[in-house]
C-alpha cells in the first residue's frame, strides 16, 4: 500500500517546488513539481531498496523501505534541506544523524513535456489569470468600499500600534519562557529534578531545547507489554526510566521508534544507557543491539530492559557481562548477578521532542 509526504521548498532563485515522497513495499519514488513558472518544470525519479542502501550506508542499518521512509520523513520534517539546481536535473540533499554518514543525496532527472502537455499548461496558466484578474478587480472594489468606511470613522492609530507592540513583547516573553529548561512530569525523580535539567538535556541533546511528553507510567496505565506498545511505538526518540524496589533509577535514551511489529532489533550509535544516582551516562561501543523491537518485549536494549524472560513490565533483566561488550565503561552499573531478573517499583517512557 503506497504512502505520500509532500513537503513545500525553496530553490535559490525563490522558485516554489513540492517535493512529493511516495512508498510502496518496494521502492521510494521523488518527485519536484515547480509551481510557479510559465511551463510547468517536473523532476522524477525512483530509487529501490537497494539503490538507497548504495547511495549512503547509513541505511544498510534499515531492513525496509518503509523503515527508510520513516527516517527519511523524520530527517524532513526536522532538518533545513538543501536543493541544488541545473536546467535539467535537481538534487535534494538532507542531513543524516550518524556522525559517518553526513547526508544523502537524491538526483532527480527532468521530466520533458511534450509540445501538448506544454500548451495545455500554458492554457491553463491564461485560464488562471484571468480568473485572478477578476478576482483582483472584485477585491479592488471590496477595498474602495473599506477605505470609505475607514475615513468616516474615528481610529486612534496609536492606540493601535501600542496594543500591537504589547502583543509583540509578549509573544517574545512567550517565546523566551519556552526556551527555559522545562521540568520533567516524572514521579520517578520529581524530588531531584536537578537529574533532568543538569544530566539528562546535557546528555540528550545540549545545544537544543528538549521538551518531554509522558507516554506511559507502570502505576497508571498498568503492567502489560502490549499496553506498552500501544502507547509507546513509533512515536520517535524515547526516554525510559526504570525504578527498582532498591530506589536505584537507571534508564535507556534512544533516537530509534519502538515498533512491536519489526520483530528485531533495530542499530545505531546515539542510543545510550544511564545510571542517575550515580549521575552517569554510558554510550555505545557497538553499534549492533541498540534496542529490541518485538511484541513480547518492553524497552529492551543488549543487555538490559524488558526481554521474554520477563513476564511483565514489572521485571527487568540485567546481564552485566553481556552490557560490557555494547556499552563504555560499563562496569560497576549494577550490584546484581549477570541474566537476573529484578523487580521494579515503577516505569516511565517519555517521548523526547528537540525543537
Same mark, same amino acid.
Given at each position: 500500500?503506497?504512502? @505520500? ?25 521523488? %518527485? ?96 488562471? @489569470? ?73 546528555? #540528550?541533546?545540549?545545544? %537544543? ?31 525510559? #526510566? ?9 534508564? #535507556? ?103
Amino acid at each position: 500500500m503506497e504512502k @505520500q509526504f509532500n513537503i513545500g521548498l525553496e530553490t535559490d532563485r525563490n522558485n516554489e517546488y513540492l517535493i512529493s515522497f511516495v512508498y510502496d513495499d518496494c521502492s521510494i519514488v521523488i %518527485e519536484a513539481n515547480q509551481e510557479n513558472d510559465i511551463i510547468k518544470k517536473s523532476f522524477y525519479n525512483k530509487f529501490t531498496f537497494e539503490e538507497i542502501q548504495k547511495k549512503c550506508g547509513y541505511f544498510i542499518l534499515f531492513s525496509s523501505i518503509k523503515d527508510i521512509f520513516e527516517e527519511l520523513k523524520l530527517r524532513l520534517e526536522k532538518e533545513k534541506i538543501s536543493i541544488q539546481e541545473t536546467e535539467t536535473n535537481m538534487k535534494i540533499i538532507i542531513p543524516l544523524p550518524v556522525h559517518n554518514f553526513k547526508e544523502i543525496i537524491f538526483d532527480l532527472n527532468q521530466k520533458s513535456l511534450n509540445e501538448n502537455e506544454k500548451i495545455f499548461n500554458l492554457t491553463q496558466l491564461i485560464l488562471n @489569470q484571468n480568473k485572478e484578474i477578476n478576482e483582483l478587480k472584485n477585491e479592488n472594489i471590496k477595498l474602495k468600499d473599506e477605505i470609505n468606511k475607514l475615513r468616516d470613522e474615528d481610529i486612534n492609530l496609536k492606540n493601535e500600534i501600542n496594543i500591537i507592540k504589547e502583543k509583540i513583547n509578549l509573544l517574545y516573553k512567550v517565546k523566551e519562557e519556552k526556551k527555559k529548561i522545562d521540568n520533567l512530569n516524572s514521579k520517578i525523580i520529581n524530588e531531584n529534578e536537578e537529574y533532568y535539567n543538569i544530566n539528562l538535556k546535557k546528555w #540528550i541533546n545540549p545545544s %537544543e531545547n528538549i521538551r518531554a511528553e509522558l507516554l506511559y507510567r507502570l502505576s497508571e496505565n498498568g503492567d502489560s507489554i502490549s499496553t506498552f506498545h500501544k502507547l509507546c511505538d513509533k512515536k520517535g526518540p524515547t526516554l525510559t #526510566i526504570f525504578h527498582l524496589d532498591d530506589n536505584n533509577k537507571f534508564g #535507556i535514551y534512544t533516537p530509534l521508534s519502538w515498533d512491536s511489529s519489526l520483530n528485531n532489533r533495530k542499530d545505531d550509535l546515539e542510543t545510550f544507557i544511564f545510571h542517575l544516582n550515580k549521575e552517569q551516562k554510558f554510550n555505545k561501543s557497538n553499534i549492533s543491539g541498540s534496542i529490541y523491537c518485538k511484541d513480547n518485549y518492553g524497552p529492551y536494549t543488549y543487555y538490559l530492559g524488558c526481554n521474554s524472560s520477563c513476564k511483565s513490565m514489572r521485571q527487568i533483566y540485567i546481564h552485566l557481562d553481556n552490557m560490557k561488550s555494547f556499552y563504555e565503561n560499563c562496569t560497576n552499573f549494577l550490584s546484581c548477578n549477570n541474566g537476573e531478573i529484578l523487580n521494579l517499583k515503577e516505569v516511565e517512557v517519555f517521548k523526547i521532542i528537540i525543537e
